[in-house]
C-alpha cells in the first residue's frame, strides 16, 4: 500500500532552519513525481517543492526559493525538504506528496502524507 510518512517538523525562530523528511514505501518512491505542499490556516494549498525523479529536475515556489531545497536519498527511500533562513510566513502544515505526469502541476500528486507542523516564531 503506498505510504508517505513526513517527519522533522517543529518549531523555530525566524532565521532558523528545520529538515523535514519523508519516507516513502518502497512502490510509492518508484513514483515520477516527488514534492512538498504546504497549507496554512485560511490559505489555499501551496506547492512548495517538487522534484522530477525521472529528469532530476526541480521546481521551488518563488517565495522559498534560495532557502529551501528539495533533495532524495535513494538508500533510504526518503524525501527530503531543507528549509533555511525560516520566515513567520512560512509556518504552516507540511504535507509530502507523490504522483506521475507534469511534476510541476498539483494535479499530478494524488497519494499524500498525514504532514508535520512547521512554526515560524518572530
Known amino acids: 500500500q503506498a505510504q508517505l510518512v513526513e517527519s522533522g517538523g517543529g518549531s523555530v525562530q525566524t532565521g532558523g532552519s528545520l529538515r523535514l523528511s519523508c519516507v516513502a514505501s518502497?512502490?510509492?518512491?518508484?513514483?515520477?513525481?516527488m514534492g512538498w505542499f504546504r497549507r496554512s490556516p485560511g490559505k489555499e494549498r501551496e506547492m512548495v517543492a517538487t522534484?522530477?525523479?525521472?529528469?532530476?529536475?526541480?521546481y521551488y515556489a518563488d517565495s522559498v526559493k534560495g532557502r529551501f531545497t528539495i533533495s532524495q536519498d535513494n538508500a533510504k527511500n526518503t524525501l527530503v525538504l531543507q528549509m533555511n533562513s525560516l520566515k513567520p510566513e512560512d509556518t504552516a502544515m507540511y504535507y509530502c506528496a507523490a504522483g506521475w505526469g507534469w511534476c510541476q502541476t498539483e494535479s499530478a500528486f494524488d497519494i499524500w502524507g498525514q504532514g508535520t507542523q512547521v512554526t515560524v516564531s518572530s
Open positions: 518502497k512502490d510509492t518512491y518508484s513514483n515520477f513525481c
Open positions: 522534484l522530477d525523479t525521472g529528469k532530476g529536475s526541480t
